[in-house]
């Protein structure tokens, strides 16, 4: 049996709503981490997937690498994020009952890494409920203890873009792999997953339809899927 927790990053897009109609219709909550611009243009899109029963997270404002930021240009982003995110809930009628944060392109924020975490902890940022994740190397980097949401299975699928040998059977290699060099393998017995997925329109241009083909597979081979919970550490 295989679980898993999705979660699908950079929204909002014009995909968003039809993204969010199948989760609705396959009974799926997902985790969703929206950035500033991608909001302020979809915005009517963000507010459709809060009051259709999905969580939006900080995914910060402009999408930079966390490494190259100073400790108040990192803080800057992602508080100018949670005031947009404020507002949304607002705007949705929706109650903002969590403060997940994910880092754009899983960079953890070099030499701020720790300060990051200690703001994240003393700023009232939630955990995702991790304690179901097996994988031995969780723990070893330490993200059993990171407040902010990473992955153990990436799909890849932004990889598929104009001129890229990258393609939708790609994809399907990585789902189907039985090693794989820095994901947990996906469809392994007793697998336990926080899935990345992203809402990108220039996806959905290469791949027409190409998140219902990819969360098709994964419904057809029994994975069940879990709401997020989260943890305050
Ligand atoms: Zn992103």
């Known amino acids: 049996m295989v679980h898993a927790i999705l979660t699908i990053d950079d929204i909002a ?3 968003t709503r039809a993204i969010v109609d199948y ?11 929206g950035w500033g611009q991608r909001v302020e243009e979809n915005y009517d899109n963000a507010i459709y997937a809060l009051q259709h029963g999905m969580i939006v997270g900080n995914h910060s404002y402009s999408h930079p690498f966390f490494s190259k930021l100073t400790l108040e240009e990192a803080i800057g982003e ?3 994020m949670e005031g947009i995110l404020n507002q949304l809930y607002k705007d949705a009628g929706v109650e903002r009952k969590y403060c997940p944060f994910r880092f754009p392109y899983g960079d953890r924020g070099g030499e701020n890494q720790e300060a990051l975490q200690k703001y994240f902890r003393e700023n009232g940022f939630d ?3 991790d304690t179901q994740i097996p994988y031995f190397w ?11 949401t990473m992955w153990t299975f990436d799909f890849q699928e932004y990889c598929i873009r104009p001129g890229s040998d990258f393609t ?3 994809v399907f290699e990585k789902m189907r792999a039985t090693q794989l060099e820095h994901d947990a393998v996906l469809y392994e017995e007793n697998a336990s997953h926080i899935l990345l997925i992203h809402a990108h329109d220039e996806t959905e241009e ?10 098709d597979d994964l419904v057809k081979n029994g994975v069940i899927f879990d709401a997020p919970e989260f943890i305050r550490l």
């Not at 989760?23 to 981490?33: P, Y």
């Not at 980097?141 to 407040?147: H, K, V």
């Not at 290469?206 to 969360?215: A, N, R």
Request: charged fraction near 25%; hydrophobic fraction near 40%.
């Open 78 to 80: 992602i508080e100018k």
């Open 138 to 148: 969780w723990k070893h980097y330490g993200l059993d203890q990171a407040i902010e």
């Open 23 to 33: 989760l609705n219709d396959k009974g799926i909550q997902a985790l969703m981490f």
């Open 168 to 170: 939708k059977e790609s």
């Open 13 to 15: 897009s014009k995909n």
């Open 206 to 215: 290469m791949v027409p339809g190409y998140f219902p083909l990819f969360m």
């Open 127 to 129: 955990k995702l409920k």
